[in-house]
């Protein structure tokens, strides 16, 4: 992770930080609409309220971007996917996508949409948090080998095994909502550093399947290392083939919250099992709620510990679409 702030890292950090003085803007992606890529979008340079609709088309959108920028409570930044006539979401997708030559962003490699560190627009966890961002009613897929990218220089790129449909590098105030999360080496990852946490992400109403890598028990459907993490009103089904990942994993010496529906195979029985394994210096706990389908984070003190709990009467996932705009 970069932890160098350049004098234009500084000035992008005032400017982020100041106060909104522009009308939040929407920017439309699509047929017909003012923008035709998503690479259009000027990703760089969005504040606080603004929204991206990105419209179902009948093929996808092999584009990927970086989110970096600053939103409020009241004015989050929200990329949204507009539904098809049949309820279809917009698929953007990792393979063979191309990246905006204005962005500048580093680990591109690890997710077809990144939330994190960047050079360009500047972002780096300390004068710079990306926060209030909300991504929804869209299908990201095909992050991982052997899956290639073309890079903001026109270079091409590969994906590691450990790419990520969305990779959250650092941020705060994140919710991913009504997207489906497939076909990558890790279907959702959230990551935080020493020097950075990732604090309060939200995981909703996602479908989340065939994520992780033949032969190997590193890549998850969900990996989450964040201070809050929530995971609700969702179905998992099984990893990659071959896959011996867990479901839902989530690592971390920070308290933390997890809410998580896991089916195999991909229909939805009433049970899930809910798997973690923490390192968390509290006294040791392990909760559940048959009424309310979830299960809190067992907990150590100071060491390591995996449990699965199964739990009944989980609450039937929600497939369908949401709203459409």
């Known amino acids: 992770m ?140 095909s992050a991982r080998p052997p899956y290639s990218f073309t890079g903001p220089s026109g270079a091409v790129e590969n994906y590691p095994n450990n790419a990520s449909t969305i990779y959250l590098e650092f941020g705060e105030n994140v919710t991913v909502r009504n997207c489906v999360l497939h076909d990558s080496g890790n279907g959702f990852f959230a990551f935080s550093s020493d020097q950075v946490a990732t604090r309060n992400v939200l995981l909703e109403g996602n479908y989340i399947f065939d994520n992780g890598n033949t032969g190997s028990n590193f890549e998850h459907n969900v990996y989450t290392e964040a201070t809050t993490s929530r995971i609700a009103r969702r179905a998992w089904s099984s990893a990659t083939t071959g896959s011996r990942a867990e479901t839902a994993s989530s690592t971390s010496s920070m308290p933390r919250t997890a809410r998580s529906c896991a089916t195999t195979p991909a229909t939805a029985p009433r049970s899930f099992t809910a798997t973690w394994s923490s390192s968390i210096p509290t006294a040791a706990t392990t909760t559940s709620s048959s009424t309310a389908g979830t299960a809190a984070a067992p907990t150590s003190s100071g060491r390591e510990r995996s449990t699965s709990t199964t739990i009944r009467s989980c609450p039937t996932a929600r497939i369908g679409p949401a709203s459409s705009a």
């Open 2 to 141: 970069r932890l160098s702030i350049p004098l234009a890292g500084l000035l992008a950090a005032s400017l982020a930080a100041g106060a909104r003085t522009a009308e939040a803007l929407t920017h439309e992606v699509g047929p017909g609409k003012t923008y035709a890529n998503v690479g259009d979008v000027p990703w760089e340079s969005l504040n606080a309220g603004d929204t991206v609709l990105i419209h179902h088309r009948a093929t996808p959108y092999k584009e990927k971007f970086v989110l970096s920028r600053v939103g409020t409570p009241s004015a989050p930044i929200t990329v949204r996917g507009v539904l098809g006539p049949l309820g279809e979401r917009p698929v953007l997708d990792g393979n063979g996508a191309t990246t905006r030559p204005q962005l500048d962003y580093y680990s591109r490699n690890r997710g077809v949409i990144k939330i994190g560190g960047s050079t360009a627009p500047f972002a780096d966890g300390i004068t710079v948090m990306p926060q209030w961002i909300v991504i929804e009613n869209l299908e990201i897929r």
